[in-house]
Every structure is written in C-alpha cells, then in structure tokens.
T-cell receptor
Framework: DTEVTQTPKHLVMGMTNKKSLKCEQH?????MYWYKQKAKKPPELMFV???????INESVPSRFSPECPNSSLLNLHLHALQPEDSALYLC??????????????FGPGTRLTVT | QQQVKQSPQSLIVQKGGISIINCAYE??????FPWYQQFPGKGPALLIA?????SEKKEGRFTISFNKSAKQFSLHIMDSQPGDSATYFC??????????????FGRGTQLTVWP
C-alpha cells in the first residue's frame, strides 16, 4: 500500500484565518514532504522532515508553519495567508530521505483558496 | 536555473500511437530519474523510475530510455489510450551531496490522446 492521505480536500480561508492541513501515511516512511503546486506548474518543495526533524526549509514565509508530531503525521499550519498562496498543497513521503529508498509517494492534495 | 528541462510542453497523439516525452539534465550527480503522472485535481503518481546503471526500463506500455553520456532520458508510452491523457513530469534527484534526495522536476508535458 503506497497511500498518503490528506485532509481536508478543499479549504477556503480568509486572510486573517488560522487553519491547518493534515497528512498521514502508514507505510513506515521516515521522510515526509510538503509541496505547493500552482496550475500547470510542477510541484515546488516547501519543507522536508526526516525522522521527525525539519531538514529542509525552502525559505518559505513564516505564515506557513510545518509540524511533524510523529513518524506518520505531518501538519501544515496556515496563518495570515495571501491570495497568491492559493494553490494545491501536496504531501509526500519516502522511506528515507536522500538514499536509494527515495521514491516519493504523493497524496491527493488539499486545494486551498485564500479570499 | 532549471535543473531538468522537459519537452514538449504539450503533446497530442492519436489513440494507439506512441507518445514520447524527453528530458535533459546537467547535474551529473543525479542518480535517480522518476516519472510522475498527474490527472487534474489529483496528486502526482509515481509511474516508473530508472537509475543510471541501466539504459532502459519497461513496465507494461511505459518505457524509460536513459542515455547517460547525453544526460537525457525519455518516456515512451506505447499504444497510447485516452485514459493516458494527463500531465507528465520527469524528475531527477541524487543521494549524494547537499541535495538530500530533493526531487528536481521538469516543467511538465500535457498529453492528450484522441480516440
């Protein structure tokens, strides 16, 4: 089973709201990723967690705050977003980061609209 | 600087035909080359991947051809079907150095297969 689940599927939020995106995997993977994808563009890496520790932050604005409570869960906390942050937010996982077991499996994404 | 260049941007193929998507890279440290298939509103799905110790890998109707000396790789979809209509992303990563297995995506190819 290579399933990564994400909730919610859709989210509409105002610029003053606080919301969270959730990602879960039960494949025993120890690396988890957040990506942002705009229409007709490839996914853009935002954060990487390896063994529950943040290993990569791609200079993402602080209004995005990631959290990895345990090896199966990854959250993305959102606060004071801008309309240009509207996008598909993808979570992915891989067995290990930066090794031969680096196949990344993506979830279905959360479609975020900031009004 | 785009690490992986993908062409064409869009491709229209008749049902039963062969779809060919090409990618090129510069970083010789790359040692893992996956292809992802993405349908509208869905997350990318890992389709097939190759490592540079082989020149070709085939899975069903999908084949990756890899040319290490030319730093190019391509996806061939044989007997293309309307259900193959999707966006295809090539990617590359390396287990060595500071990139920590980060995926570098091409810009994507929108494939349309006419019945």
């Amino acid at each position: 089973d290579t399933e990564v689940t994400q909730t919610p599927k859709h989210l509409v939020m105002g610029m003053t709201n606080k919301k969270s995106l959730k990602c879960e995997q039960h494949m025993g993977h120890r690396a988890m990723y957040w990506y942002k994808q705009k229409a007709k563009k490839p996914p853009e890496l935002m954060f990487v967690y390896s063994y529950e520790k943040l290993s990569i932050n791609e200079s993402v604005p602080s209004r995005f705050s990631p959290e990895c409570p345990n090896s199966s869960l990854l959250n993305l906390h959102l606060h004071a977003l801008q309309p240009e942050d509207s996008a598909l937010y993808l979570c992915a996982s891989s067995a290990r980061q930066g090794t031969v077991q680096s196949e990344q499996y993506f979830g279905p994404g959360t479609r975020l609209t900031v009004t | 600087q785009q690490q992986v260049k993908q062409s064409p941007q869009s491709l229209i193929v008749q049902k039963g035909g062969i779809s060919i998507i090409n990618c090129a890279y510069e970083n010789t440290a790359f040692d893992y080359f996956p292809w992802y298939q993405q349908f509208p509103g869905k997350g990318p799905a890992l389709l097939i991947a190759i490592r540079p110790d082989v020149s070709e890998k085939k899975e069903g109707r999908f084949t990756i051809s890899f040319n290490k000396s030319a730093k190019q790789f391509s996806l061939h979809i044989m007997d293309s079907q309307p259900g193959d209509s999707a966006t295809y992303f090539c990617a590359a990563s390396s287990v060595r150095g500071s990139t920590l297995g980060r995926l570098y995506f091409g810009r994507g190819t929108q494939l349309t297969v006419w019945p």
